[in-house]
């Protein structure tokens, strides 16, 4: 089975969140249950340049024919990389993607082009897999960012091709769903009777995820969890209702992560590896973490990660009020984040605050992230709401105990310590339920209790955690099997309608 898997990011190629983890795993995975994925993706300002230091430039294709994005005509090229497995092919078009981020300028407001940079990357897919390659069965497009792939599928080629075929859309935040002024469905190309209340319009402006959610043949969201919370309005987005209406086609498939790159036994940035059966790398990780993020050495203090985009949904805010009820206990907290300026002063303050217990470092650090993950005993994720989630999940492997709040994937993947529970090997971190400060300190320190006080039972649960299982496997399986379904069910509805 051939599947076009349409990804806004991917590693090790372009990365502002989680997607770029999981559409670099989860093709590779795919392999394994007969299916095989093109990747296409946007060649970027750091993916050129990423190609450029590997020396690798790939076969060039240009169409003789553009695409119009409103009134302007523009060149369709590709790099395609099909030696690669998955085959990868770059959208290449440097006025909209050689800049300086995937989505936002210097003042950290959206780029005013997004609806024609990424109407654009819809259509050059398409009109690849039309001119160019057009032995793919399905689509995989995911995020607002592709969420033009199944309008067009069903609006622009069914039509001019005499063909349909199916498309699944993953919803990896509904928290982002690509909303703009309704004049800006000039640059799709697409005809206004796609702007109504059961189309691409939401209260008057335009919404790509909303149009992907309508047209897909299948929805899918990243946990079980957020699948039904997505449906509520609370944590609907105001896409609850269009949710709940198109609920026959919504699931909820939990990520894995991916363990050629988060294995302590193997990680190439910790400066000691270690397995479950032997943790000493462990404890030299923990001390030269604290050692680098200037904290006092000391291996009985309770040290505490985080490493977040520093946004509104990763509940920092909550850790701020929080730590200051926990600070009169023998805990350090180390922070890795990047975004939002004022959550990154309120973090600043906290470190001015409490020098000799929190050190924070801003910027995007790939290996500091591996190495606060193994360094630290627990590691926090007061999340308002997670679709997924895949740092908990990186620390199960790292034997760290995640703390969470209980939303979304967090709620699926980390189970509340008990003794019982530790006993029965189901206890696998600690979790609270509502964002409040104080659930948050309380389940902190009800997970330093049990570090300071009964040290045998947290090795426990340090070791059981990190033998859990989070490879894809069992998630790249019901992705097979959901595109099967929808190739399946694709044949029959049109050689019904041919019949
Ligand atoms: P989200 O996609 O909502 O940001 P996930 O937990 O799914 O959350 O994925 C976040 C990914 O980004 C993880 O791989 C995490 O290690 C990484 N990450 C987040 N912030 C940073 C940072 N400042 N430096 C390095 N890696 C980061
Ligand atoms: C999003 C979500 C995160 C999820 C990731 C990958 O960015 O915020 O929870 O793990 O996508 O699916």
């Known amino acids: 089975m051939r599947a076009a898997f349409v990804t806004p990011e991917v590693m090790p190629f372009s990365k502002t969140g989680g997607l770029a983890d999981v559409a670099q795993a989860l093709p590779l995975a795919l392999y394994g249950f007969g299916v095989e994925c093109t990747i296409f993706t946007p060649l970027y300002r750091q993916a050129k340049k990423r190609l450029v230091d590997n020396g690798q430039a790939g076969e060039r294709i240009r169409l003789d024919h553009p695409v119009w994005i409103g009134d302007e005509a523009q060149s369709l090229t590709y790099r395609v990389f099909s030696h690669l497995k998955p085959q990868v092919v770059f959208i290449e078009h440097d006025w909209y993607y050689d800049r300086s981020h995937c989505y936002l300028g210097v003042d950290g407001q959206d780029y005013a082009d997004n609806v024609a940079r990424y109407a654009y990357f819809s259509r050059a897919v ?4 039309r001119y160019v390659d057009d032995a793919f069965e399905l689509f995989h497009a995911h995020d607002w960012q592709s969420a033009l792939i199944p309008v067009y599928l069903k609006k622009l080629y069914a039509e001019q091709t005499g063909c349909l075929k199916p498309s699944l859309l993953t919803v990896h935040n509904i928290g982002y769903p690509g909303l703009f002024p309704a004049e800006q469905l000039y640059a799709t190309g697409l005809d206004w009777d796609v702007f109504t209340h059961d189309g691409l319009e939401y209260y008057g402006q335009l919404n790509l995820l909303k149009g992907g959610i309508v047209w897909a043949d299948a929805v899918n969201t990243v946990s ?7 449906q509520t309005a609370e944590q609907g987005m105001g896409l609850e209702g269009v949710l709940a209406h198109h609920s026959d086609k919504l699931s909820g498939i939990l990520n894995g992560i991916d363990y050629s790159h988060w294995n302590p036994e193997t990680d190439p940035h910790l400066p000691a590896n270690y397995a479950s059966r032997n943790r000493s790398g462990k404890k030299a990780c923990k001390k030269i973490l604290q050692y680098e993020m200037g904290l006092p050495v000391r291996s009985s203090v309770f040290l505490l990660g985080v490493i977040s985009r520093l946004d509104r949904q990763k509940g920092i805010d909550l850790l701020l009020d929080a730590f200051g009820r926990i600070a009169g206990l023998d805990v350090q907290l180390v922070v890795l984040g990047s975004g939002d300026r004022k959550i990154q002063n309120g973090l600043t303050d906290l470190a001015t ?3 000799e217990q929190v050190s924070v470092e801003f910027g995007y650090d790939e290996p500091l992230a591996h190495r606060i993950i ?3 005993d627990a590691f926090a994720m007061p999340s308002l709401y997670e679709p997924c989630g895949l740092t908990q999940m990186y620390s199960h492997r790292y034997g ?17 310590y008990t003794a019982r529970r530790l006993n029965h090997g189901q206890a696998s971190g600690f979790s609270f339920s509502e964002a409040q400060p104080a659930q948050l300190a309380e389940a902190i320190a009800r997970a330093a209790r049990l570090f300071f006080t009964d040290r045998r039972s947290w090795n426990k649960l340090s070791r059981w955690i990190m033998r859990l299982d989070h490879s894809w496997n069992a ?17 029959t509805t049109s050689g019904a309608s041919h019949g």
């Open 475 to 491: 998630s790249a399986e019901a992705y097979a099997r959901l595109y099967q379904q929808l190739i399946e069910t694709t044949q």
């Open 224 to 230: 079980p969890t957020y699948a039904l919370e997505i």
């Open 353 to 355: 605050r409490f020098p």
């Open 126 to 129: 398409m009109e690849y897999c």
């Open 400 to 416: 760290t105990v995640p703390i969470v709040r209980a939303t979304g994937g967090l709620k699926d993947t980390v189970v509340d």
């Open 374 to 376: 193994a360094g630290c």
